[in-house]
């Protein structure tokens, strides 16, 4: 069976580089646009490679210095995303025309060569070499689990540029046989715990937080709009009725893909095998009074991330529930007086911190406990929180490189509006 790891790794680019790689950035997706472009002139939307290639592929090449390889790779960025939105229409769902604007370049063993320190990347102006920055070797790391080792080899990888630094998200994978399975996946599983609410749609033990803000707005105006047309009552208002219906499901879905895609991307930059949630049925107790569509929301949430989680070789888990929003996190101390509304503060310890933030590092620490006993839990194991990991005694490791630091981990919470724009609170 074949098993897939997706490994972040930090470059150190200089100045001259960084140029160039920035250069390559715009004219990749400059190139998928491009093709976008072409596949959307018409009523019929071109979605075949083969033909998407003849048509775009020597235009691209005149308009840009890219690399025959990235140029196909870019069609094939362009290509999925098209085929994706006219998949969507089919299930008569709404998707508008896509456009790329996060600075991303896809690469292959084609225009990339992969060493264990470094990489060879083709950009605009020939190949360049770029250094990786890897933590300690003795250290139990993504790196060292799979980068670092022969039976994982590495097959493509994405280039990432955010906040002014360079990162490559390596594509690897393994053959193993069918009994290690169970080892080489679950051997020392590192936990993005999530937990899913009312006010804060999600949040991540890593301190990421998808505000239903956006949400709460859409279910308004769409409420308002069914509830005009509900005044006239006539045969054209109900059909009307129905079409708000439509769009308001697709509006919806697409929030939720967008913070799906946010939670796979929080697990992969942090090395993370698992993502844990509270389970669906825990979550339906808790908001029995709640309005039927959240519960809907998290039922489609959790199904998005289940199958995005499985392209990136990530598995995902249901926790059980009990107590995660009145238990707290560093001390254990359980009392539902530690949480009031958003506030948690713990009546035994003083511990701090935001109630969904909270609960999200105890479902970490749940599937840890859990998944623990049974196999004699030798092997190290971690909740990821946005600096260092908990371990399953509830211990904070802080992040590689920073041993000098002593006390609690900072926990300064990342707040994001379902567009993913960060926002402050
Ligand atoms: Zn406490």
């Known amino acids: 069976m074949e098993v897939r790891r997706t490994v972040p790794v930090k470059l150190d680019v200089d100045s001259d580089d960084a140029a160039l790689l920035r250069e390559?950035?715009?004219?990749?997706?400059?190139?998928?646009?491009?093709?976008?472009?072409?596949?959307?002139?018409?009523?019929?939307?071109?979605?075949?490679?083969?033909?998407?290639q003849e048509e775009t592929y020597d235009d691209v090449r005149e308009q840009t210095r890219l690399h025959a390889n990235l140029v196909q790779n870019a069609r094939n960025k362009a290509a999925d995303a098209v085929q994706g939105v006219v998949a969507r229409w089919k299930q008569d769902e709404y998707a508008g025309k896509p456009r790329f604007s996060n600075p991303t370049v896809v690469y292959d063993k084609r225009c990339a060569t992969f060493h264990d320190k470094y990489?060879?990347?083709?950009?605009?102006?020939?190949?360049?070499?770029?250094?990786?920055?890897?933590?300690?070797?003795?250290?139990?790391?993504?790196?060292?689990?799979?980068?670092?080792?022969?039976?994982?080899?590495?097959?493509?990888?994405?280039?990432?540029?955010?906040?002014?630094?360079?990162?490559?998200?390596?594509?690897?994978?393994?053959?193993?046989?069918?009994?290690?399975?169970?080892?080489?996946?679950?051997?020392?599983?590192?936990?993005?715990?999530?937990?899913?609410?009312?006010?804060?749609?999600a949040v991540t033990s890593t301190g990421t937080f998808w505000s239903g803000h956006e949400f709460d707005h859409w279910r308004r105006e769409y409420g308002n709009r069914r509830g005009s047309l509900q005044q006239c009552g006539?045969?054209?208002?109900?059909?009307?009725?129905?079409?708000?219906?439509?769009?308001?499901?697709?509006?919806?879905?697409?929030?939720?893909?967008?913070?799906?895609?946010?939670?796979?991307?929080?697990?992969?930059?942090?090395?993370?095998?698992?993502?844990?949630?509270?389970?669906?049925?825990g979550i339906r107790d808790r908001l029995s009074s709640a309005w039927w569509g959240h519960k809907w929301a998290f039922e489609r949430l959790y199904e998005y991330v289940e199958y995005k989680a499985e392209l990136y070789g990530i598995d995902v888990a249901q926790v059980d529930p009990e107590n995660t929003s009145r238990r707290c996190s560093t001390c254990g101390f359980t009392h539902p007086d530690n949480r009031n509304g958003e506030d948690f503060v713990c009546l035994k310890c003083g511990y701090e911190n935001h109630a969904d933030y909270n609960a999200a590092k105890n479902i970490g620490l749940r599937y840890l406990r859990r998944n623990q006993t049974g196999d004699g839990g030798g092997a190290p194991v971690g909740v990821r929180l946005n600096r260092g990991t908990l371990n399953a005694n509830g211990e904070y490791d802080p992040p590689a490189g920073d041993s000098g630091q002593s006390g609690s981990p900072r926990e300064s919470p990342t707040l994001n509006e379902a567009n993913g724009e960060a926002v402050s609170e």
């Open 119 to 201: 990489v060879s990347l083709a950009t605009v102006d020939g190949r360049i070499e770029v250094e990786y920055v890897l933590p300690d070797d003795d250290r139990d790391t993504p790196h060292s689990r799979y980068l670092d080792n022969d039976d994982y080899e590495v097959t493509g990888a994405e280039l990432h540029n955010k906040d002014c630094e360079w990162f490559l998200h390596l594509r690897t994978k393994a053959e193993v046989e069918t009994d290690t399975v169970e080892q080489a996946t679950t051997g020392h599983p590192t936990v993005l715990g999530v937990d899913l609410n009312v006010n804060q749609l």
């Open 234 to 281: 006539s045969r054209h208002a109900h059909e009307n009725i129905q079409a708000v219906g439509r769009k308001e499901t697709g509006r919806f879905k697409m929030m939720l893909h967008r913070i799906a895609n946010g939670i796979i991307e929080e697990a992969v930059e942090n090395g993370c095998t698992v993502i844990g949630f509270e389970a669906l049925t």
């Open 24 to 52: 390559t950035v715009d004219e990749f997706l400059w190139a998928a646009n491009y093709v976008v472009d072409h596949a959307w002139q018409g009523e019929y939307k071109t979605t075949s490679k083969a033909q998407l």
